[in-house]
């Protein structure tokens, strides 16, 4: 028996209708499954190009030694075709390879090889996917779009309208800001623990109270609620233990932030002390050095591949 075009994997036909009513059709009935086919397709080939272009070169930890390049990709051939994957139920796939160029920087040395990076499943020509025998469809799913939301609510024990916001990254941590009925501002890190949004902003190198207050000076609209400088005045007091830090990392931490500004020992003092607070709120339990708070922040915030707003989001700031 012969196998029908959907069966094969192959585009169906819209079959010809005769019309018996009066009123002429106007519009013809479109393909309503060739955009899923047309989205599959650019997904395939260039979808996947901007992904790998995004995440080449990996380096190693040092970022010294070796850098791995993805290169292109392709699709072999399926083993079996949609209507055997059912018989035999099976997922109906290609397998794919990448190939990759591998450079050894300490000697100079490329390689070059095809990486199998698995079977990705495929639509079918009716805009269908075989997962395990079944037929199946991808249902659209609504997601929220990158950019920052502001939610207005009142609270019952103060009986006052306190805001909070949240800024959604297209990837990377979620920060999530909140006012409290003590004139707080707090910043939520990944749904993880509340900092407060003075030493986040600190962390990040606003060492200055002045020079912070001034970055909510043209947004307050209430003069009995000064949420910024309560927040400053609840800050932890430093003890002189907590600024005793080498003179080389406090200047390398003072040019990643203000590298077109002279150097300030104590304001790269404050910062560090910062750090420090923000790895202990969201590191609870590990023991935190300058280090290592530094590179959770530069993880979190400031490297590309790990947090980006992206066109949506930049676009809604």
């Known amino acids: 028996m012969a196998l029908s075009p959907a069966l094969k994997g192959q585009p169906t036909q819209l079959p010809e209708v005769k019309s018996y009513a009066k009123i002429p059709q106007i519009l013809e009935i479109p393909n309503l499954i060739q955009s899923q086919i047309q989205s599959w397709e650019w997904l395939k080939s260039e979808g996947l190009t901007e992904v790998y272009k995004e995440i080449s070169p990996i380096a190693d930890y040092t970022g010294n030694k070796y850098e791995l390049h993805f290169l292109e990709h392709y699709f072999r051939d399926s083993k079996y075709t949609p209507q055997q994957s059912k018989e035999r139920e099976i997922t109906y ?41 079944a037929e199946r469809v991808v249902v659209s799913q609504l ?74 000076s043209d947004i307050y609209t209430d003069e009995n609620h000064h949420y910024m400088q309560t927040t400053l005045d609840k800050d932890p007091v430093l003890e002189p233990k907590d600024l005793n830090f080498k003179e080389d990392d406090l200047r390398s931490l003072w040019e990643w932030f203000h590298e077109d500004k002279d150097f300030d020992s104590d304001a790269a003092r404050r910062i560090a002390a910062a750090q420090i607070e923000f790895y202990r709120r969201l590191r609870p339990g590990e023991p935190p050095s300058l280090e290592n708070s530094r590179t959770l922040i530069r993880n979190l915030f400031f490297g590309p591949r790990r947090y980006d707003l992206g066109r949506v989001g930049r676009y809604k700031l």
């Not at 309208?161 to 990377?172: D, H, T, Y």
């Not at 902003?201 to 020079?211: K, P, S």
Request: hydrophobic letters at 40%.
């Open 93 to 133: 796939s290609q397998p794919l390879y990448v190939k990759t160029r591998l450079v050894m920087k300490e000697t100079g040395e490329i390689k070059e090889q095809e990486i199998f990076m698995g079977d990705i499943p495929m639509m079918t020509g009716n805009g269908t996917f075989i997962i395990n025998g």
């Open 143 to 216: 997601v929220r779009s990158p950019g920052i939301y502001f939610v207005l609510e009142r609270n019952a024990i103060s009986n006052r309208n306190l805001c909070s916001a949240k800024l959604i990254p297209s990837r990377g941590a979620w920060l999530e800001f909140e006012t409290s009925s003590k004139d707080i501002i707090s910043v939520k890190v990944d749904r993880k623990r509340k900092v407060s949004a003075s030493i986040f902003l600190r962390a990040l190198g606003v060492a200055d109270d002045g020079e912070m207050m001034k970055l909510f």
